[in-house]
């Protein structure tokens, strides 16, 4: 059963020592430090949104830091995306180091050391690895580096994250729900369009392609490796070693975006009303049993009992 926690927390104006002790006490414990320790001020906000974390930070310039790497499951690996507001930040992790300012993004991870030099106001969304749509290892690419504003989708996010960040504290229902997936979905565009410009210039890259075939036809129970392959103009073996290269194979990153989404659908209230079966149908799954297993080896409790902490909450 998924442990209780807060929906969301409301804006706190904290002082330099405050804010160390808070950094120092979370789940992944973090060292906060500040030039500016006598008239530092922080406002921070926040939400939780099913798995995805919202914090919206403002104030005197300090440096965080995670000087040791931190530990997280296959399920449990996270992505940290920080979309600069206002005045200017610096990350470094992994050897790379980027300079943002306001309208600009970046991605790290808690699980690895890094340091981040923060000021002005920033909004930081943790995304669990799974909940985005391209491969943990396409986020990692873009660790550490400056995702301009100039870039046509990265000029997107800053109003929606500017208005995120105003209205954080009071995001709440399957409404809320939306518009931070939607927000989600934009980031993930954001990183595959940072890859396919480093790798093949302004085209997509064929295995973009095949994943928004994928993504097109996950609620058919008949999609096959055949067919996608066949469908991208490619041999079954090609398509194998496309995914190969990230990890995974056809029938894994399938099942598991096929998963996601049910996961987000039994979640939201709007679909209160449809049996667990029927959910796992929408998805492409026939057989009902087997879906509950493979939902609980993915995020550790059955169906039922994922959709009864939900509605807890």
Partial sequence: MERPRAVRFAGLRLRFDEARRALSEATVPLICSSTETQTFRTIASGAVVGDIVLNAIGGSRHTVEQPEP??????????????????????TQDGRSAVVRAGDVTAYTASRPFQLHHAGESLIVRIPHRALPVPARSVDEVVGVRLARERPLVGLIHPLALHLS???????????????????????????ETLQERENG?????????????????????????EIA?????????????????????????????????????ADSEYAGLRIGEI?????????AHFSRLFADRFGAPPR?????????
């Fill in 305 to 313: 009992a994922f959709r009864a902490a939900v509605a807890a909450r």
């Fill in 70 to 91: 931190y530990g997280e499951s296959a399920t449990g690996a996270n992505a940290m995306i920080h979309i600069q507001l206002s005045g200017e930040s610096a990350l």
């Fill in 202 to 226: 302004p085209g997509e890259s064929q295995l973009d392609v095949v994943m928004d075939y994928i993504e097109s036809n996950l609620s058919r129970p008949d999609l096959t490796v055949a």
């Fill in 166 to 192: 105003r209205t954080v504290d009071r995001l709440q229902g399957s409404a809320g729900r939306r518009v931070v997936e939607s927000a989600v979905g934009m980031l993930g565009a954001v990183i595959v």
């Fill in 280 to 288: 796992a149908a929408r998805w492409g799954f026939t057989d009902a």
């Fill in 230 to 266: 066949s469908a991208n103009f490619m041999s079954a073996r090609k398509l194998h070693t496309l995914f190969e290269e990230h990890d995974s194979t056809v029938a894994a990153w399938v099942r598991a975006r096929r998963l996601e989404r049910c996961r987000r659908d039994l």
